[in-house]
Structure formats: structure tokens, C-alpha cells
């Protein structure tokens, strides 16, 4: 079955540290693969996007993605964290034919510490 | 900037008392979703317009409802609302087909039920 996974549902780090949020993918033929970010009380927003390539991608605000095949994984970094990054981050894989959904993961939430 | 405008970010309705969310987008996108999004959970898909097409998801309540007037405007019905509909509603559009085209969300509105 396709499915997303974020292992991690919430992860604590201090400002200036590094940051990497897991996610992982099952789905039988090519993903497109995305994650987005929500602030609290507001809608989601792309962060970066892979479909085919350079298997790093650098999206906004400092963001990058790696795109793992053998490990079915496209883990979200930062080298920095500031403390405006807190929020909840979402991996999706785009499926279906025709007008296609996403496949969301559960989410994880970001805190960061002064 | 072209974007995804979501009316009102916040609405209250009484038990029971129909109640519609707007969302109007300047993107100039065929396709229109509606998610349904709990708290500390991820957005679930309730359904989408390609154009006029409407794609109702398999598990959408039949007390959910959508219209699309136009390219450019959908809203989302809710015929009696329970307290189980209390969340967040997102709008999102795309341009087509293809599982490479991300969604672009508005900020949502926020849905309280007394």
C-alpha cells in the first residue's frame, strides 16, 4: 500500500543547531515527493519539491531535501535552525493518474529553543 | 500576488445550523481540493473539482457538500454541522493533471461548532 511515514512526531532543537526531519515513502512507481510547512493557524506551504534529478534539492528559507531511493527516504535539513522555523512540517507523495491527491505523513512538530 | 484567499479565517456556527466556507483563488488553477484538518493531524482530503468535475472522496460525510461557480471561486457546505466537524478547513488548487504539480494552500478557516 502507499503510505508516507514521519517517524518523528515532535522533535526539540536550540536555535543555531542543525536540523533533520525524517521521512520516508512507500509507493510502486516514481515519486514526487514534497514537503510543506504550517505555522500554527495557517495553511501550508511549499517548501521544496523533487521529481527526477539532482537527488538534492534546495527549496526556501534555507531548506534542502535529500532524495534517497535505496532507503525510500527524502529527509528535510537545515544546517541553522531559527526560532521563526517552529512549526509543523508534512512530507507528501503526489499519486493517482489523472488529477492526482497527495499522500500526506503525519507530521511533525517543530520546537525550537532560544 | 496570485493566491489562494480563504473567507472567513474564523467561523463559528451552532450545532445542527448549515453553515459555508468560501475560497477564491487568482491562480487561474483548473483544480480546487477541500481538506478537513484535526488538530496535530494532517489534512484529510474530503474532495475536488477539475474544472466542473466533481470528485467526492470515498469517505467524505454526505454532510459535506461543495459548489464551483466559476474557475475562480468553490465553497464548502456543511449542511448540520456536529461537534466532530470543529477543525481547520483548507483550500487548495493546482494547475492540472500530473502528480508534479504541487498544491498551493490558502490560510484556511478555522471552524467552531457550539
Known amino acids: 500500500a502507499q503510505s508516507v511515514t514521519q517517524p518523528d512526531i515532535h522533535i526539540t532543537v536550540s536555535e543555531g543547531a542543525s536540523l533533520e526531519l525524517r521521512c520516508n515513502y512507500s509507493?510502486?512507481?516514481?515519486?514526487?515527493l514534497f514537503w510543506y510547512v504550517q505555522s500554527p493557524g495557517q495553511g501550508l506551504q511549499l517548501l521544496l519539491k523533487y521529481f527526477s534529478g539532482d537527488t538534492l534539492v534546495q527549496g526556501i528559507k534555507g531548506f534542502e531535501a535529500e532524495f534517497k531511493r535505496s532507503q525510500s527516504s527524502f529527509n528535510l535539513r537545515k544546517p541553522s535552525v531559527h526560532w521563526s522555523d517552529a512549526a509543523e512540517y508534512f512530507c507528501a507523495v503526489g499519486e493517482g493518474s489523472g488529477t492526482y491527491k497527495y499522500i500526506f505523513g503525519t507530521g511533525t512538530r517543530l520546537k525550537v529553543l532560544a | 500576488d496570485a493566491m489562494v484567499i480563504q473567507n472567513p479565517r474564523y467561523q463559528v456556527t451552532q450545532f445542527g445550523k448549515p453553515v459555508t466556507l468560501s475560497c477564491s483563488q487568482t491562480l487561474n488553477h483548473n483544480v480546487m481540493y477541500w481538506y478537513q484538518q484535526k488538530s496535530s493531524q494532517a489534512p484529510k482530503l474530503l474532495f475536488h473539482?477539475?474544472?466542473?468535475?466533481?470528485?467526492n472522496e470515498a469517505d467524505t460525510p454526505d454532510n459535506f457538500q461543495s459548489r464551483r461557480p466559476n474557475t475562480s471561486f468553490c465553497f464548502l457546505d456543511i449542511r448540520s454541522p456536529g461537534l466532530g466537524d470543529a477543525a481547520m478547513y483548507l483550500c487548495a488548487t493546482t494547475p492540472g493533471t500530473g502528480r508534479n504539480q504541487p498544491q498551493h494552500f490558502g490560510d484556511g478557516t478555522r471552524l467552531s461548532i457550539l
Open positions: 509507493y510502486g512507481a516514481t515519486p514526487y
Open positions: 473539482y477539475y474544472d466542473k468535475d466533481f470528485n
